[in-house]
Structures are given as structure tokens and as C-alpha cells.
């Protein structure tokens, strides 16, 4: 079982940035994966980016090179580092981990909005 607390979104102009941040309750080493997603209002969740516990990423080609996904061992935190973004980066993001033939565990979202 794994505790999952996101925060850091909110309302924000269109190029600037958001770091959202996944508080999990064990240690991220012991995870086999962690990804952020969103879901737009009338749109499927969709993967925004993910990270392994041996340390690989993958990005949707949409946020490629605006966004950053990375993991703090001491804090057992997982980070979304947003840049450059814009108004179709406007949804809310889940954190998700993933304990591979045990299951998954969502957090419980949070807002974030890019104004035009």
C-alpha cells in the first residue's frame, strides 16, 4: 500500500511555470513506477510523465522539453517541474504509483490552470 499527497497547482499565465509536487508515504526506491497524468474537463486521463525506480523517464510528446519529472529519495517526494506552459496544459493532474503485480495508487489530484 502506498499513501499519495500531490500539491503546488494552482492559477498561472500562459509561459510561466508550476512545480507540482507527489508526497508518497514509503520509499519511492520501493516503487516500481511513479507518473504524473491529467485529465481535461470532457478529455481521458492522459500520461504526462513517468519515472522508474531505476531511474528512466517518458514524456507525452506534448510536454517534451517544457517538463520534468524527478524523484528526492531524502523526502520520498516526486516532482512535476513545468515550464513554458500554456492554456492546453490546463487540467488537473493525479500522481500514480505503480507496484507492479500488487497494483495502483492514485492521489487526489490537484488544479492546475494556465490563463491565456
Known amino acids: 500500500q502506498v499513501q499519495l499527497v500531490e500539491s503546488g497547482g494552482g492559477l498561472v499565465q500562459a509561459g510561466g511555470s508550476l512545480r507540482l509536487s507527489c508526497a508518497a508515504s514509503?520509499?519511492?526506491?520501493?516503487?516500481?513506477?511513479m507518473g504524473w497524468y491529467r485529465q481535461a474537463p470532457g478529455k481521458q486521463r492522459e500520461l504526462v510523465a513517468r519515472?522508474?525506480?531505476?531511474?528512466?523517464?517518458n514524456y507525452a510528446d506534448s510536454v517534451k522539453g517544457r517538463f520534468t519529472i524527478s524523484g528526492d529519495s531524502a523526502t520520498n517526494t516526486v516532482y512535476l517541474q513545468m515550464n513554458s506552459l500554456k492554456p492546453e496544459d490546463t487540467a488537473i493532474y493525479y500522481c500514480?504509483?505503480?507496484?507492479?503485480?500488487?497494483?495502483?495508487?492514485w492521489g487526489q489530484g490537484t488544479q492546475v490552470t494556465v490563463s491565456s
Open positions: 519515472l522508474t525506480s531505476g531511474g528512466s523517464t
Open positions: 514509503r520509499s519511492i526506491f520501493s516503487i516500481n513506477a
Open positions: 500514480k504509483a505503480a507496484l507492479y503485480g500488487v497494483g495502483e495508487h
